[in-house]
């Protein structure tokens, strides 16, 4: 065969160059992860498209549902507790469903964009082209974080729209931890983070399938302790003393009772107040009384059982926090977690460009 | 390219150790020696995909593997020549280009369309010996000072062989560039190169130029060379 010779090298000096420039860097990200950004598109898409449809036909039934006049009639009643249970097990089925999707974006699109790499070995032509690895690794990983972050932003838009009308009938609170992440900045930043531990796994472990599973792992440990045991500690909780029922869209953390300033047990409590229910019970409920009707006698035994307790030096606390703190929460969740990103993305930048391999 | 007291350890492993040496520009330099006997390790500190455990190593007269003037100076292809299997061949070519401060199109593509290698086939679906030609276009296409080829043949059937190694023959005479490349196949090397480098166990056993060396030795061949020295000096020690 005739070899081509490669024309001569200009004695250009290399410092003259100056760094690719981050345009021509974008498009190798967009050529090599367009199939992964579709992927989301996809899935947020369809997720979407189904929000919208059903949304909109769920705004239609709770319009008609708060329509009814006059409001307080039994009927109209009726209508706003059958749109409960016709939207309400589906919608937490959506919420829950909606919870993970961050967790799948950093397993399936943060994940694989190092750790293909690393198991195809195709790592060693890229961290040896002019560009140099850090840089490269910055226009990978910055352009990916921001889209999913922002997809998964206008998403919760969309959630928010979608779950107005069960927030309008008072039977969801805005710090239900089912609830709060997929609201507000929350899911953004769910979403970021989700990448973020992604990229950081597939580098340490190398290998797809692998990184993949730590990763779903890693995401959904890591979305359950905040939601079990590290969102409740955000702002200090309030206390109630006494309350007759905790205020409107409180998130209740816990209750308990006091007598004369110790705390009285549960187990102790449930003995207490059985026995004072029962003797109301027995004093109030007539002989002759069908057994079906017996229920409506069990809300006045009940007063009167509390009413008992607060009279004779017992004192009912609650620990919650108030609805009103849905923001602040919010901020405080979006803070930490675009934080804890920056801080993966950053120590992931770092960790390729020492790697020895 | 020099390298002094160079060592690198895996874990416990030593995959390289005291490892002096000073290769002139200008060389098809041959490092060879069997499996394991630390040939790819040196290549990874030299392109800067590893850094060393002791000791140092510079190329391009006195620069720092993995620091932007060494990339931008050195083209390295590596073991089994890893494509983006998915990716076309013009889109490796594109990649390749966005990817780099220096890169020649035209001479990229113009040596693609000779070799018959048709651009919209993926990486992936190429026969070895044309992966492994589009992956030295990439390479040249960049214009390098140095080409470091980690074992370029192992894979390639005697004709594919032959026409990379003339290929890397023509650019090293007619372009000035250098040229190292590893193999455990020495057959291959005995046409093309004039600087060789035996390792074994992870320690240099012998480096020189090969006219040199085979006179110094009394031997016909590289192979000779290679195979005599190894069984001659076991334990590594210069005679």
Redesign the interface.
Known sequence: MTALTIPARPEEDDASLRPVPWRQLAWVTWRQHRFALGGVAMLFGGLALYLWLSGSSMHHAYATAIACHPASSYACQNQVINFDSAYGSTVQAIATLLLAVPMLIGAFVGAPVLARELETGTFRYAWTLGVGRRRWTVAKLVPLAVTVAVAGGLFSLLFSWYYEPLFADGNSIPLDPALFGLRGVAYAAWTLAGFAIGALVGLLIRRVVPAVAVTLAACFGLTFATGVYLRQHYLAPLLGRNLASPPAGAWVLSGWWTKGGATVSRAVMNQVETSLFQRVMTATVPKNVKSDNIKFYKGPANSQVMNYLLHHGYAQWTSYQPGSRFWPFQWIEGGWLLALSVLLIAATVWLVGRRAV | MEASGLGKRYGSTWALRECTLAIPAGHVTALVGPNGAGKSTLL?LA?????PSTGEVTVLGGRLP?S??A??????V???T????T?SVA?ML?????????F?QA?AQ??LA?LDIPLQRKAGKLSGGQQAQVALTLA????P?LLVLDEPVAMLDPIARH?FM??V???AS??G?SVLLSSHVLTELERVASYLVLLARGRVRLAGEVGDLLGRYGQANLEELALHYLRDNPTGVAP
């Open positions: 990874n392109v800067g995909l590893a850094a993995g932007p003037a990339l931008d100076g050195i083209a390295f590596a073991q089994d890893p494509l983006y299997k990716l889109d594109h990649l390749t280009r966005n990817l780099t401060r220096r020649d001479h113009a040596r000779e040249l296409a960049r214009r000072r026409d003339a290929t023959l023509a650019a007619a372009d560039v």
